[in-house]
């Protein structure tokens, strides 16, 4: 089973971008649809976007369609969510999940591993 962890969060002006990396280990990574979700605080996990095996779909939530982009390097096992854009509304813990099939994949149905998250913060 692939472990995964985040990295790349950080402290950033509205308006400013981010770039998250998602680790995964072990040689099975393109078998794995990745998503990554948010929480904030008092609030319900969220989906942000999700990409498919080789890379050649993905899928955004509508808040961030335009601003954010997902992205993965098979090679080097590891997935990425540019953030461009920030709003204080995208302050949270984001997360890497994985999963192996598209069921469901704007939602955490099937999501089997998870990351610890990284914090984003942005300020006004």
């Known amino acids: 089973q692939v472990q995964l962890v985040e990295s790349g969060g950080g402290l950033v002006q509205a308006g400013g971008s981010l770039r998250l990396s998602c680790a995964a280990s072990?040689?099975?990574?393109?078998?794995?649809?990745m998503g990554w979700f948010r929480q904030a605080p008092r609030k319900e996990r969220e989906f942000v976007a999700a990409i498919n095996w080789s890379g050649g779909t993905v899928y955004y939530a509508d808040f961030v369609k335009g601003r954010f982009t997902i992205s993965r390097d098979n090679a080097k096992n590891t997935v990425y969510l540019q953030m461009n854009g920030l709003k204080p509304e995208d302050t949270a813990v984001y997360l890497c999940?994985?999963?192996?099939?598209?069921?469901?994949?704007?939602?955490?149905?099937?999501?089997?591993?998870w990351g610890q998250g990284t914090q984003v913060t942005v300020s006004s």
């Open positions: 072990g040689r099975t990574f393109n078998t794995y649809v």
């Open positions: 999940a994985a999963k192996r099939d598209l069921a469901a994949v704007t939602t955490t149905t099937g999501y089997r591993t």
